[in-house]
């Protein structure tokens, strides 16, 4: 091994306008018509940041079998409550190590902070933990991270636009907890339904009620609003209960309604005719607090409405008037406007209403999903690659101006 400090990398080669670049080359071999590197440390001094070093056209022009410029150590910010030895964090510690970053962890709350953005400093990817990054706070990171990578499938927390316009590639990981929230769905339903979660309090509280009657899903009209990979698996699992399920979804794919046996409808139909309407909306300005006053009054007075989306599409004010009212008979609630949501929330006091604190995407099987979905996403961008699932390809235009 060698070390040289270069200002005309090996025959004209590597960052000739980079006289600050040391070199680490551990195994060179030559042929006639070519020169590799198997493997290539560098340093850039003053400078707090490693990343993948990719060759503009004639940095090697005199070789023609170039194996690549491989960065020994780069940064990952990881904000996370899990702890070292939990399984899932070394799942994801490992995986992440595998591909040569450093890991900064921190376990900060999901409000921005001061810390988030010291700790952000130098890193290459961030993986957050529900934190706003919106305009001002990209700004901060803008020339170091080139990557923001999610472990769910919201991305409301992220400016993509501003994201965009410096450089910064942000992916998600769609399908990953499918099956959980659709699970979670489908027991909040039962348990409004059939008001297992009232009988349960009322139990404890030393009540037995046995006079009062409940509502059965089974062939039931099911309006399910939004059919991505969490509407359809609900509409999987609602197949047992023989249910008739219509379907509104502004991309509409007419093969999916023989092979998950649904309709597709227009809203205001859907509303006027289902028993329960399930949630399964983005957050963005076309569904911010789409259901409303409007949207309630037109809903059968024994229907249910189920949340499990994000807790902005729902106009928390018009609902709670709603539910007071008679109007709709009641709701099942996974996500609310404020998150943590506050004690004082007249939601929480209502009998008609289940509630759970955001977790419905919580189980063992989607969190590994997720974590493996982050862990590609990582590897394709750390080795030149688009990620698959990345929201903004247009990032790639896009070059930070300091």
């Known amino acids: 091994m060698f070390c040289c400090k270069i200002r005309f990398c090996l025959v004209n080669t590597l960052c000739t306008e980079r006289p600050d670049i040391w070199v680490s080359i551990q195994d060179t071999w030559a042929t006639s018509q070519a020169l590799a590197y198997t493997s290539v440390r560098v340093i850039l001094q003053n400078t707090p940041q490693w990343g993948l070093y990719k060759p503009t056209k004639g940095h090697f022009k005199n070789f023609s079998n170039i194996r690549g410029a491989y960065i020994m150590h780069k940064k990952i910010l ?75 499938v919201g991305y409301d927390n992220i400016d993509l636009h501003s994201a965009t316009e410096n450089g910064i590639a942000v992916a998600n990981t769609p399908g990953s907890n499918s099956n959980a929230v659709a699970e979670g769905c489908l027991g909040i339903m039962l348990a409004l339904s059939r008001k297992i979660a009232f009988m349960d309090r009322a139990l404890r509280n030393g009540v037995w009620i046995k006079s009062m009657m409940t509502t059965e899903i089974i062939g039931k009209t099911i309006g399910i609003v939004g059919f991505g990979n969490i509407g359809r698996k609900l509409a999987e699992l609602l197949t047992g209960f023989h249910c008739n399920i219509f379907v509104y979804d502004v991309m509409k794919n007419p093969l999916w309604e023989e ?144």
């Open 78 to 152: 990881i904000n996370t409550r899990r702890e070292n030895g939990d399984p899932l964090y070394e799942f994801l510690k490992k995986g992440v190590e595998d591909l040569n970053y450093e890991i900064v962890k921190v376990n900060l709350s999901r409000e921005f902070s001061k810390q988030v953005m010291e700790a952000a400093q130098g890193c290459e990817v961030i993986v957050p933990a529900g934190e706003l990054w919106d305009k001002e706070n990209l700004e901060g990171i803008k020339g170091c991270t080139k990557l923001i990578a999610l472990t769910g």
């Open 259 to 402: 092979k998950y046996n649904v309709k597709y409808v227009d809203l205001d139909f859907l509303i006027s005719e289902s028993d329960v309407i399930s949630l399964h909306l983005p957050y963005n300005e076309q569904t911010k607090g789409l259901v409303d006053r409007r949207f309630l009054s037109k809903m059968k007075k024994s229907a249910l409405l189920i949340n499990t989306s994000r807790g902005g599409v729902v106009n928390e004010h018009d609902l709670i008037e709603a539910l007071e009212s008679g109007i709709i008979a009641g709701a099942g609630l996974d996500v609310f406007e404020q998150e943590p949501v506050s004690p004082q929330n007249p939601l929480l006091l209502m009998d008609n209403v289940v509630v759970t604190p955001h977790f419905q995407s919580a189980s063992k099987e989607s969190a590994f999903n997720s974590f493996r979905m982050l862990l590609e996403n990582i590897k394709d961008f750390s080795e030149g690659r688009i990620p698959k699932s990345v929201l903004n390809p247009d990032f790639v235009h896009y070059k930070p101006v300091k």
